[in-house]
Nanobody, 115 residues
Framework: QVQLVESGGGLVQAGGSLRLSCAAS????????MGWYRQAPGKQRELVAY???????NYLDSVKVRFTISRDNAKNTMYLQMNSLKPEDTAVYYC?????????WGQGTQVTVSS
């Protein structure tokens, strides 16, 4: 039983920034990996970035340098800092965690980047 609450999505102009947050509550001990997915209109869902309990990170090639994933273990919160946003970043963003071999998902938050 894990609950994920996302915030930070919205409408932003190209070149702007957004910071997404994902707070976990419930049975949150033993979380191994936290990550972000996104799904753009008419496209398949793709993994954007993830961070392990040891602090290792990986990014989708198209968001490297521009995006930064981080986690605050004391607050049980994960962040995705998105800079230099482009219209092609427009998508619904979902946070996800892996705990004890099981995956949990947030409700998704809309990010829209205008030209």
């Amino acid at each position: 039983q894990v609950q994920l609450v996302e915030s930070g999505g919205g409408l932003v102009q190209a070149g702007g920034s957004l910071r997404l947050s994902c707070a976990a509550s419930g049975s949150i001990s033993g979380i191994n990996v936290m990550g972000w997915y996104r799904q753009a209109p008419g496209k398949q869902r793709e993994l954007v970035a993830y961070i392990t309990s040891g602090g290792s990170t990986n990014y989708l090639d198209s968001v490297k340098v521009r995006f930064t994933i981080s986690r605050d273990n004391a607050k049980n919160t994960m962040y995705l800092q998105m800079n230099s946003l482009k219209p092609e970043d427009t998508a619904v963003y979902y946070c996800t965690i892996r705990r004890l071999g099981n995956d949990y998902w947030g409700q998704g938050t809309q990010v829209t980047v205008s030209s």
